[in-house]
């Protein structure tokens, strides 16, 4: 039995290609593990709030010496790392928009990366403290961009691997709906991606 949190960072709602991916990730992980329990989160519905000075502060100040105003502006940053720390599997759907991830994923990882709760500085730097974590990728873009000139431009799967990586969650597999605008790709490529998933 699997605890799975799924996140969205998709704006195509219902014909979101990364949206369908993602579940079907889920469908697959809770057909391997009966049981499993699942919590969704749209990052996009809920607009997070972006960082701010003030939220930032609220993050290097002991939780005993918070007042009420600076209890509340950290709340949501709170929340989502209880999610986040209460999961076994994570399953993030992130379409590429302008080469790069949507900024409702941007703030969610914001918001996760707490000094001394999600990673903290060791002798050697920095140490990871999200660990025992798998993270599975659902990631969509209208061109290709797992090899070929595209590649170069691919900041979503790189990035996730390497900042998820750095909070300590380094099992980490994408699976890609790619070339979805691309004539002669497109009307094979969301099957390609299904038939692609493996799940450990």
């Known amino acids: 039995m699997k ?32 049981g499993s329990t699942l919590e969704e989160v749209n990052l996009v519905d809920i607009e997070i709030p972006h960082l701010n000075p003030a939220v930032l502060r609220t993050f290097f100040i002991p939780e005993d010496q918070l007042t009420a105003e600076e209890k509340e502006s950290i709340r949501f940053s709170d929340k989502v790392v209880k999610q986040l720390l209460a999961a076994d599997t994570i399953v993030i759907g992130a379409p590429l928009y302008n080469f790069t991830i949507h900024t409702a994923l ?8 707490r000094a001394g709760i999600t990673f903290g500085y060791g002798e050697n730097g920095p140490v990871g403290m999200v660990t025992g974590k798998k993270v599975y990728v659902a990631m969509s873009s209208g061109g290709v961009y ?38 002669g790709v497109k009307e094979h490529a969301m099957q390609k991606a299904v038939d692609s998933i493996k799940i450990d």
């Open 3 to 34: 605890r799975i949190l799924h996140l969205i960072s998709s704006l195509q709602g219902k014909e979101s290609y990364s949206i369908k991916l993602g579940q079907t990730i889920v469908e697959k992980i809770q057909k391997k593990y009966p």
């Open 106 to 113: 941007k703030a969610w990882i914001d918001h996760i990366t």
């Open 146 to 183: 797992s090899e070929g000139p595209g590649k170069v431009n691919d900041f979503v799967a790189p990035y996730l691997k390497a900042f998820l990586g750095f909070l300590g969650m380094t099992d980490l597999t994408v699976f890609r709906a790619e070339g979805l605008k691309v004539p």
